[in-house]
């Protein structure tokens, strides 16, 4: 059975810093492009960052360029989302999963629906 697992969200004030992780179960992680999504109150879930099966390449949302980084390590079955300069539009339940249909993430990155193995999500909430 495949399962992710999202931990590492909180409450944090404007610019400080958060990491979140993901961890899988029951498949081999290597053979997956991994993504991290996010769904605030009232909208709908969009893609944040997306690292590649291959060569560990990543791909992100515009608006959080530059702040977050998204990292694997295969061996532990792990991918974490480093997030820096935190704003208050970043809050929102965050969550990993794994892309069905291709290693190699796109740019911008796949819709929803390429993407399967939803974890429960993390709840992550910065105050201004």
């Known amino acids: 059975q495949v399962q992710f697992v999202e931990s590492g969200g909180g409450l944090v004030q404007h610019g400080e810093s958060l990491r979140l992780s993901c961890a899988a179960s029951?498949?081999?992680?290597?053979?997956?492009?991994i993504g991290w999504f996010r769904q605030a109150p009232g909208k709908e879930r969009e893609g944040v960052a997306c690292i590649s099966a291959s060569d560990g390449s990543a791909v992100y949302l515009d608006s959080v360029k530059g702040r977050f980084t998204i990292s694997r390590d295969n061996a532990r079955k792990t991918v974490s989302l480093q997030m820096s300069s935190l704003k208050s539009e970043d809050t929102a339940v965050y969550y990993c999963?794994?892309?069905?249909?291709?290693?190699?993430?796109?740019?911008?990155?796949?819709?929803?629906?390429?993407?399967?193995?939803w974890g429960q999500g993390t709840q992550v909430t910065v105050s201004s």
């Open positions: 999963a794994a892309n069905t249909m291709r290693r190699r993430c796109l740019e911008p990155m796949s819709a929803r629906y390429e993407y399967d193995y």
């Open positions: 029951g498949l081999t992680l290597d053979d997956y492009a």
